[in-house]
C-alpha cells in the first residue's frame, strides 16, 4: 500500500508563496509520476501539475503556467510544488497523488489515470 502525506499549505495573502511538500512510503512499489490536483468549494477536483519520476518532465495546467514549479527528491520520494505569485482563485485544498503505470500524453490531467491520492492540505490565499 502506498502512503502519501501532504504538508505545507496554509493562509497567505494574495501575490506570496508556498511550498508544498507531499511525501510518499510503502513497501516495494513503484512509480510513473506524482501530481497535485486541488478542489474548491462547490468545484470538481482538478489537475494542476505532475512530473515523471524518472525523466523529471513536468506538466501544468493553464492557470498555472509560469506561476507555480513541480520538482521531486528521488532519494526522499517527495515531491514539492512551488507556488508562486498566488491568487484568491488558488484557494482550494490540495492533493498529491501517485500514478503506477505510464501515461500518455492526454491522460496527465485525468483523476482516473492515478492511483493513490493523499489526504489533502488546505490553501488558502486572501485578497
Known amino acids: 500500500q502506498v502512503q502519501l502525506v501532504e504538508s505545507g499549505g496554509g493562509l497567505v495573502q494574495a501575490g506570496g508563496s508556498l511550498r508544498l511538500s507531499c511525501a510518499a512510503s510503502?513497501?516495494?512499489?513503484?512509480?510513473?509520476?506524482m501530481g497535485w490536483f486541488r478542489q474548491a468549494p462547490g468545484k470538481e477536483r482538478e489537475f494542476v501539475s505532475a512530473?515523471?519520476?524518472?525523466?523529471?518532465?513536468?506538466y501544468y495546467a493553464d492557470s498555472v503556467k509560469g506561476r507555480f514549479t513541480i520538482s521531486r527528491d528521488i532519494p526522499k520520494t517527495t515531491v514539492y510544488l512551488q507556488m508562486n505569485s498566488l491568487k484568491p482563485e488558488d484557494t482550494a485544498v490540495y492533493y498529491c497523488?501517485?500514478?503506477?503505470?505510464?501515461?500518455?500524453?492526454?491522460?496527465?490531467?485525468?483523476?482516473?489515470?492515478?492511483?493513490?491520492w493523499g489526504q489533502g492540505t488546505q490553501v488558502t490565499v486572501s485578497s
Open positions: 510503502g513497501r516495494s512499489f513503484s512509480m510513473y509520476a
Open positions: 497523488a501517485v500514478a503506477r503505470r505510464t501515461l500518455g500524453a492526454t491522460a496527465w490531467g485525468t483523476r482516473g489515470s492515478y492511483d493513490h
Open positions: 512530473i515523471t519520476w524518472v525523466a523529471g518532465g513536468s
